[in-house]
């Protein structure tokens, strides 16, 4: 069964070793409505690793399993876990560039194989009752026209109704992950035109973007907005979405009551062995612009890793913010 998504006004961006559960609830602290993405994980490591790649923490609602992969039936298995352990969303990976990615047949490189992609997308959709949605680039190496986007658009509509769209292509050799961010060109009015030729599909855009005033320009053409590293390299974005682009009546939360809103979090965290420095790495950008930010972050570097480390370092780290 088709099931539309009406997760995606706005979202941030699944992003390998940043958006983990402990970044994730944090996130969740300064911002209620958005969606939340896991990192990446492949059907391989679900099926067959050792952790529980599935885990979460119920306060992460709405949140989206990303999935990378490139077989119609482990997917389907992996996306019928992910409902039974309460996501919200799958969405399908065929957006990554990295060589790694490549290698195991899932990412950007699928772009190519839009056949593919379909049967994948077709078998998790009939395993599961929740939106399956794919996010991709406009297109990958030579094969970036419009009429190259709309083919491998056409292909996967039977089977979903809702893509997030990279407003760059992909080079497949040649440049990196981080320069595939960066180098090729954004180009938002195909994602807008793609909107306009298919207006019965849900099409959010991705790349670049930055600040309220930019996600609210894009909102005018297409139906979503992701953004990835600003909402993580300056988190006190996510504390004026509910209000700026939910509409809801919510006065932004002051970043100091956000950070001890995570006390509860960080002890429970702590008696499960996590460590400190691997869950306060997420909120080092909170107090960016503010007197004592300099010396907040450094104080976390230097001393949150230590072992015994625990809400008595982040309590001194805050005496330095005024």
């Known amino acids: 069964m088709l099931v539309p998504s009406r997760l995606n006004r706005f979202s941030i961006a699944p992003m390998l070793d940043w958006t983990d559960k402990h970044c994730r609830y944090f996130h969740r602290i300064l911002t209620k409505q958005t969606l939340l993405y896991t990192e990446m994980v492949t059907t391989g490591a679900i099926l067959f690793g050792k952790g529980d790649y599935l885990a979460f923490n119920s306060k992460e609602h ?3 399993l990303q999935l990378g992969g490139s077989d119609p039936t482990a997917l389907a298995q992996c996306a019928k876990l992910a409902q039974e352990r309460g996501y919200d969303e799958i969405n399908l990976n065929i957006g990554c560039p990295s060589d790694r990615v490549q290698n195991g047949m899932f990412g950007a490189c699928l772009m190519a194989n839009a056949e593919l992609v379909a049967k994948c997308v077709a078998a998790m959709q009939e395993q599961v009752d929740i939106p399956v949605t794919v996010k991709t680039r406009i297109g990958i190496d030579d094969q970036d026209s419009y009429a190259f986007l709309c083919q491998f658009i056409e292909t996967l509509m039977p089977f ?10 992909a080079w497949l050799s040649g440049l990196s992950p981080k320069e595939n961010r960066e180098v090729p060109p954004l180009d938002y009015e195909r994602v807008y035109q793609l909107k306009q030729d298919y207006p019965h599909l849900t099409i959010a855009i991705n790349g670049g973007i930055k600040t309220i005033d930019e996600i609210k320009q894009h909102l005018q053409y297409v139906d979503g907005v992701m ?3 600003e909402a993580y390299q300056n988190p006190m974005l996510l504390t004026q979405i509910d209000s700026q682009i939910f509409d809801l009546d919510r006065t932004a939360i002051d970043p100091i009551l956000a950070i001890k809103a995570l006390y509860p979090y960080i002890e429970q965290q702590l008696t499960h062995g996590a460590l400190l420095n691997h869950i306060m790495r997420h909120t080092l950008g909170i107090f960016n612009g503010r007197k004592g930010a300099k010396q907040w972050r450094r104080y976390l570097s230097e001393n949150a890793h230590k ?3 625990g809400i008595e370092v982040v309590e001194q780290a805050l005496t330095f913010i005024s």
């Open 62 to 64: 709405p949140l989206s």
């Open 160 to 169: 979903t109704n809702t893509f997030i769209v990279h407003a760059r292509k």
């Open 227 to 229: 953004v990835g590293r």
């Open 307 to 309: 072992q015994g480390a």
